[in-house]
């Protein structure tokens, strides 16, 4: 029979949904299944930022303004998001965070990330794409999304239309489903 640290470090390592320790957007340490979702080995991830995660610099920080201020009032932020692979292609998560530090909610952070789908295909979107994509899981419409964006609703409503014609889905709520690869009841 093992020990109880030896228990929690298999658990840890071992357990069905990606595991990350954050400290000031660095992670400290994830368990084998974030760094296989992922592309990475642990050793790889170990002392990165999380930038590595997002299409640009501008996403990065766009994400964390987004749950900052929810993370700060109850210590806890959830939501669904595009996370970037070693090898380019995106999965689509539940994201899940808690802060250990409220005062300075990013200071110590445990995240968890479940993939939403259990297809093996990378979804591939430009980081326009992306962006829309991801305002519209947290409910946005297309003129809320073009005023986060500064871009005119015009252009956010180009970019959904493109999407819907590559999935070929007739409204951004099937367009959602076809990403997640949820099954319509």
Known sequence: MENNSEAVLMAFNFAPIGIVLGQNRIIQTCNETFAS?????????????????????????????????HLSLTGTYSDERLVRQKDGGNIWCRFRARSLTPDNPLEKIVMSFAVMSDSPTSIRLSKRQRQVVDFLTRGLTSKEIARELKLSPRTIEDVRCRLLNIYGVKNSTLLLRKLTNIEQV
């Open 37 to 69: 979702m992922t592309g990475y080995t642990t050793k790889d991830l170990a002392g990165q930022s999380f930038r590595l995660f997002y299409g640009s610099e501008e996403e990065f920080n766009l994400v964390r303004d987004v749950g900052l201020k």
